[in-house]
């Protein structure tokens, strides 16, 4: 997909002004956050889950390469196959090799954030096979051409009536005047629609939220059934992971199930989690035949053993920007890429580049409610600090901000001249600020004073109020 | 090189690790070997009959209806008094489950049972779970032979028997079953596991029943 994250700016300015978009936002700030807080309540071990589940994936990460072996050793024993692919490049090449070999004309998707990541829709359809996305949001956004803007609810920023118009148009087989004014008719209609899908697609591509080393297993985690139904009717399974995607065994799945759910829909456990392992047995009566998984690094072996090795823990639980007041404000699309949100902020210039990606680490209010609520206690904020300084160090800010950044460092450093240069400042600037004490343009502030006024200094500066002043304090203190 | 060696040599790399390190290689070994249990929450940690109990509230909270029978033999009633309740035709699929064949079926006259994969036109399935989990009314499902995915997502109605006794408190416990009955490290090729009918919030985070999979769970219990 096209990258659109250095116009996060222009993006988000566009986003503010997006009515639709704006009401569409309304449902996540209402829907998820109480949901989570009720399910986490419920649950006395949440916490203890977390610290464990944190310690889990920190012990996989520690042993990432055994556990990969040892994953693979069983997959093909079971009888399934394992593709490595360092690129997005080599991904797309190996699954298209696996769909030419089964003659694939029709592929259905379930859910998959990595199949997002190395565009494979776009790949498939120029090589003249056809993915139908069926996770309801998903098969939305394909219709429309767009991309998912929440990586668990990938249509969060429509309305229904934008869903209406997009299914009566595409929908042509179907009886004009039908109604669909509500979101039932919707999805009886997706439902329908997307049954004779699945049952002439040749490939059922799924991605994978565990692979389980113990049994070779992978594991999906959904509530529409999509990805089973991806997965059992084709001839061929294929599974789409990245390397961290790996647990040692079943049990560690099970405690990290145990948050997943929670964090991300406040559910207790989602309706379908499905673990499948290898092609159908002997005598089983349904299954596919064949069964492929294909690993992606694609830059993720390069995070390990740096400042972000941590954030290889993700879930993508989607809790971290269904509490982010940034995402609230602006929704994923503005992002510019595949992960928006706090996750996608530090992921982000991981994957596609610091250059590319600078804005998103910097989009953010240091409120620290994504590092509170992340099931796997991951340090977000400080990360997006590590995003910064390394942003500085590359020489990627704008000049005004790194100047202006030089010129505060230089005072910074000379108190005395730092004190004597805002004693000089501030009367000026409250004298300025008129009688109301407030400015509704300053030069260089700008970005501030378009969208509100900023108040006047008070006269002072905080160090001379604190010598008159800090004596009292501390008298009543002691 | 191989994609495979390129990757897992960038990984070492990266870790600063050696292959040669055979304190890792133990650590990673003794893990598999033997699966730490973790936290188990204190919810479902309970006596037969409140298991039992809070296996059926789970499930009602999660929109499953749920149904308790003293014995077996009145499981084809059951079903047949759920059919009769929703207006539904008399016919349910049924892949070939031992535990359901060895029930009365042939008392019921005029329920026709179809074996086998389910298709397209099946309105009504009947599986057989392997366990249930208390803590949060799931079923656990493993195909087999008599077991065929198909039947716990086409149908409409997905009706489903568990045996009291089959009923653990945790996850985990689970798990622990599937390794005794397919041996360590084993498993079969499906193992749903299943908590409350197919939703979706996907259109304005509006939920909603019956996405791709059943609109309706009924669960009867037995015992
Ligand atoms: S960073 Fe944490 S909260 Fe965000 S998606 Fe990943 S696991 Fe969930």
């Known amino acids: 997909m096209q990258i659109t994250s250095p116009s996060f700016k222009e993006n988000s300015r566009g986003a503010l002004a997006d009515a639709q978009l704006q009401k569409a936002l309304g449902n996540v700030r209402a829907g998820f956050i109480d949901k989570r807080l009720k399910a986490v309540e419920a649950l006395p071990e949440f916490d203890l889950l977390r610290d464990n589940a944190r310690a889990i994936k920190d012990h996989v990460l520690a042993h990432l390469d055994l556990y990969l072996e040892a994953y693979e050793k069983k997959v093909t024993e079971s009888g399934g196959h394992v593709h490595w692919a360092e690129t997005a490049e080599d991904a797309r090449r190996i699954v298209l090799d696996i769909c030419r070999k089964a003659n694939a004309r029709t592929v259905t998707k379930g859910k998959s954030m990595i199949t997002e990541e190395i565009g494979l829709n776009d790949f498939l359809e120029a090589e003249g096979i056809r993915p139908v996305e069926t996770d309801l949001g998903e098969y939305i956004i394909q219709l429309r051409g767009e991309h998912p803007s929440h990586i668990i609810a990938p249509a969060v920023h429509l309305n229904k009536e934008q869903v209406e118009a997009d299914f009566r148009r595409v929908h042509k087989h179907l009886a004009e005047g039908r109604d669909l004014s509500e979101p039932e008719s919707l999805l009886g209609e997706a439902r329908s629609v997307l049954r004779s899908e699945y049952f002439a697609a040749d490939v059922g591509i799924t991605g994978a939220n565990f692979l389980v080393a113990e049994t070779g297993t992978s594991i999906i985690v959904t509530n529409e059934g999509n990805g089973d139904l991806t997965q059992i009717l084709p001839r061929v399974h294929i599974v789409m992971a990245s390397l961290e995607k790996i647990v040692p065994t079943l049990d560690d799945a099970s405690q990290i199930l145990r948050v997943l759910a929670r964090s991300a829909t406040g559910q207790d456990m989602s309706v379908y989690t499905t673990l499948s392992t290898g092609p159908r047995r002997p005598g089983d009566p349904d299954g596919p035949e064949e069964y492929h998984v294909v690993l992606l690094d694609n830059g993720r072996s390069s995070m390990l053993g740096t400042e972000f090795q941590e954030m290889l823990r993700c879930i993508r639980c989607g809790a971290c920007m269904n509490h982010c007041p940034v995402y609230h404000a602006v929704g994923g699309h503005a992002y510019g890429w595949v992960y928006p949100g706090p996750m996608g902020a530090v992921l982000t210039p991981s994957l596609i580049g610091v250059d590319k990606a600078g804005h998103l680490p910097n989009a953010s209010t240091f409120c620290g409610r994504c590092e509170e609520v992340c099931p796997m206690r991951i340090p977000l904020p400080k990360m997006m600090r590590h995003w910064r300084e390394r942003e500085f160090e590359r020489g990627l800010n704008p000049a005004t901000q790194r100047y202006g950044l030089g010129l505060w460092a230089f005072f910074a450093k000379r108190p005395r001249l730092y004190r004597l240069a805002s004693s000089l400042g501030i009367p000026v600037l409250s004298l300025l600020g008129g009688g109301k004490r407030r400015f509704r343009y300053l030069p260089l502030a700008g970005g501030w004073t378009k969208y509100r006024d900023l108040p006047a200094p008070e006269g002072r500066t905080f160090m001379q109020q604190w010598r008159d002043g800090g004596a009292s304090v501390r008298a009543r203190v002691a | ?223």
């Open chain 2, 1 to 223: 090189m191989s994609a495979r060696e390129a990757i897992l040599k960038k990984v070492r790399a990266s870790l600063g690790a050696s292959p040669e390190d055979g304190a890792r290689r133990e650590a990673a070994e003794h893990r598999l070997a033997s699966p730490p249990r973790g936290i188990i929450p204190a919810r479902g940690q309970l006596g037969d009959e409140e298991r039992v109990v809070l296996f059926c509230k789970m499930a009602e909270k999660v929109s499953a209806s749920v149904q308790r029978v003293e014995r077996a033999e009145d499981v084809p009633a059951a079903v047949a008094d759920y059919l009769r309740a929703r207006n539904l035709p008399a016919s349910v699929r049924m892949g070939g489950d031992p535990r359901l064949e060895a029930m009365p079926w042939a008392r019921l006259k005029s329920l026709e049972i179809k074996n086998g994969k389910a298709g397209y036109e099946d309105e009504v399935g009947v599986s057989h779970a392997s366990v249930g989990v208390a803590e949060t009314g799931t079923i656990a499902m493993f195909s087999g032979p008599g077991n065929p995915t198909t039947v716990n997502f086409l149908p409409e109605h997905h009706i489903v028997v568990v045996d009291a006794k089959d009923i653990e408190g945790d996850l985990e416990s689970v798990m622990s079953r599937v390794r005794e009955k397919f041996g360590k490290g084993q498993m079969p090729r499906t193992l749903n596991f299943i908590t409350g009918p197919s939703r979706s919030g996907d259109i304005e985070q509006k939920l909603l029943l019956g996405a791709h999979g059943p609109r309706a769970l009924h669960l009867i219990v037995v015992g």
